[in-house]
């Protein structure tokens, strides 16, 4: 079992920056993949940024140039690094990690970024 928890959401304005953090916790697992995901309202969930066991990552278009993914050397912690931010970035934003084939979901942290 893993536990994820979100953490670095909230309000900021036009063309700043956050840090999401995902602290992931448990025992006896091996993660192959951890990602970002945002859902805005009224929209799908969708994957923006993942990050693979041996260090390969992917970004939505929509996203890229502006927002790094990364992980801490322990490995138990995944970050996403948002800059320029832009009022159509604001979502609900879930970490996601998988173990196998089995997939955890945090509980998500708002972002809200204002015009």
């Known amino acids: 079992q893993v536990r994820l928890v979100e953490s670095g959401g909230g309000l900021v304005q036009a063309g700043g920056s956050l840090r999401l953090s995902c602290a992931a916790s448990g025992s006896g697992f091996s993660i192959t993949v951890m990602g970002w995901y945002r859902q805005a309202p009224g929209k799908q969930r969708e994957l923006i940024a993942s990050l693979t066991s041996g260090g390969t990552t992917n970004y939505v278009d929509s996203v890229k140039g502006r927002f790094t993914i990364s992980r801490a050397n322990a490995r138990n912690t995944l970050y996403l690094q948002m800059n320029s931010l832009k009022p159509e970035d604001t979502a609900v934003y879930y970490c996601?990690?998988?173990?196998?084939?089995?997939?955890?979901w945090g509980q998500g942290t708002q972002v809200t970024v204002s015009s």
């Open positions: 996601n990690a998988a173990v196998g084939v089995v997939m955890y």
